[in-house]
């Protein structure tokens, strides 16, 4: 349980709870910090069996998706990392759900295979739903149960005939933040809130800056929680524990975050859209859009019906085994030089969620581009692990 609340801290500000559980991995995560700074697109990236010791199914996976897939695995069966893996010893197949995950993982690869043409259709999560026993009978109907299967059918949306197309919602939200011309202007975002997870609030800066870079910094009772992006490596930092590197789909969402201009540059990250529907969102309606993204997972994007503006942005972490989501919810609109930007917004995803309520914006101040350099690892620490 103490364990759960120090990764949740980690990930406090950012994107990515897969980067901060990374850090009891201290040897993986030792040797990816070195390729990490020299990765670029040209570089073969490193697989799986090349960077950890014990890997028999997962082998030819990049090395990056290697946690990610971890995660999945762990949100699929409602676990903890623990429940598979002896404390400090990844590689270890001291315990007996290790095995079986790695049969299960090999089955999984041949129903997909056999079934799917390869497609992969089955996951962990299609039987086990968030717990380690699958359920293999169905329930009677209980006196909570007022309507069969119908009633509960992939959310509540419903289907649009001859409404607005993905496009002209794109540009309907473009308007409404702001035009294209005001949101073009937009250089630098300097940001003061508090940041509440469970029942804790902690007080948290953010600054932006165009074209891609972002830092945050919690302010924790035992010093500062840190993530940070700098436009092509990001980076996670907390109190007691060695400067953490982003991996995999953790760097596409912390750039997607740094955009300060993505009511403009969504019309080019969707290649194509497609309005899936309506759905209820708090109390609002919202166009649900789906956007297709070249070479990405699509995201979905919720416009509310009245305003205009971005309500929800739902994006997928790619991984070996099955895609991660991640949820932001965006609310407390206002008007800061010409723009409407979100006051809030809560991220939530399979290992948990915040809030981050803004109390004080500034945009387009100067802000130094040091501010978004790489903290040095602290000295003397060592490889293991903060307990
Ligand atoms: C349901 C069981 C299960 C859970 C839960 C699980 N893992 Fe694993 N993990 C495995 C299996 C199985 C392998 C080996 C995969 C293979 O052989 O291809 C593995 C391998 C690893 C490795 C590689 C170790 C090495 O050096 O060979 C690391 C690191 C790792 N897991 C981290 C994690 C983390 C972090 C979590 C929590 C987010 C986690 N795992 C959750 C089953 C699990
Ligand atoms: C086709 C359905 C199905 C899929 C897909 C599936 N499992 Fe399972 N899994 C089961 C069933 C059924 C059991 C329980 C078997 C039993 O009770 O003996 C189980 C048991 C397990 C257990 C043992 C749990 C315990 O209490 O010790 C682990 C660990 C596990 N699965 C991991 C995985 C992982 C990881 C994946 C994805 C790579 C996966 N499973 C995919 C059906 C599935």
């Known amino acids: 349980m103490m364990m759960k609340m120090k990764l949740n801290l980690v990930a406090v500000p950012g994107i ?13 995560a030792k040797a990816q910090s070195g390729s990490a700074s020299q990765t670029t697109t040209a570089t073969a990236p490193k697989t799986a069996v090349q960077q950890f010791k014990n890997i028999q199914v997962l082998k030819d996976i990049p090395a990056d998706e290697l946690i990610p897939t971890m995660q999945f695995v762990a949100a699929s069966l409602g676990v903890e990392c623990e429940f598979c893996h002896v404390h400090d010893a990844f590689d270890k ?6 095995q079986t995950a790695r049969k299960m993982m090999e089955m999984m690869l041949t129903i997909n295979q056999e079934n799917f043409e390869g497609h ?39 289907k649009l005939v001859g409404g607005p197309t993905g496009d002209d919602l794109l540009e309907k939200y473009l308007h409404a933040a702001g035009g294209n011309a005001a949101v073009n202007k937009v250089d630098s975002r300097v940001m003061k809130g508090t940041i509440t997870f469970g029942d804790r609030n902690i007080p948290i800066d953010i600054y932006s800056k ?14 500062d929680s ?40 969504v019309k080019e990250i969707c290649t194509k859209t497609e309005v899936r529907g309506m759905e209820k969102i708090g109390d609002h309606s919202a166009y649900f859009v789906d956007c297709e993204r070249a070479g990405k997972t699509p995201l979905h ?63 387009n101040v100067p802000v130094d581009d040091a501010k978004f350099a790489k903290p040095p690892a602290p000295p003397g620490e060592p490889k293991a692990p903060a307990k």
């Open 16 to 28: 990515v709870l897969s980067v901060s559980i990374a850090i009891v991995v201290s040897g993986g």
């Open 93 to 98: 197949d001291d315990k007996k759900p290790k």
């Open 120 to 158: 992969r259709e089955v996951t962990c999560y299609s039987c086990h739903r968030g717990s380690t026993n699958p359920v293999a009978i169905p329930p009677v109907m209980s006196a909570e149960m007022e309507m069969p299967a119908s009633a509960h059918a992939e959310g509540t949306e419903t």
């Open 210 to 223: 165009e074209p891609d870079e972002r830092i945050s910094f919690a302010h924790t009772p035992d010093g």
């Open 226 to 265: 840190i993530t940070a992006f700098n436009g092509h490596e990001g980076w996670l930092a907390a109190p007691k524990r060695p400067v953490r590197e982003m991996h995999g789909p953790d760097i596409d969402a912390a750039a997607m975050d740094a955009d300060l201009r993505f009511p403009a540059h």
């Open 301 to 363: 994007l919720y416009f509310d019906e009245q305003s205009g503006l971005l309500v929800r942005l739902v994006r997928f972490g790619e991984t070996a085994l099955g895609q991660l989501p991640t949820q932001i919810d965006y609310a407390d609109y206002r008007e800061v030089a010409g723009v409407d930007i979100p006051y809030r917004w809560t991220l939530a995803r399979p290992g948990g969620r915040f809030t981050i309520q803004l109390t004080d914006v500034k945009q």
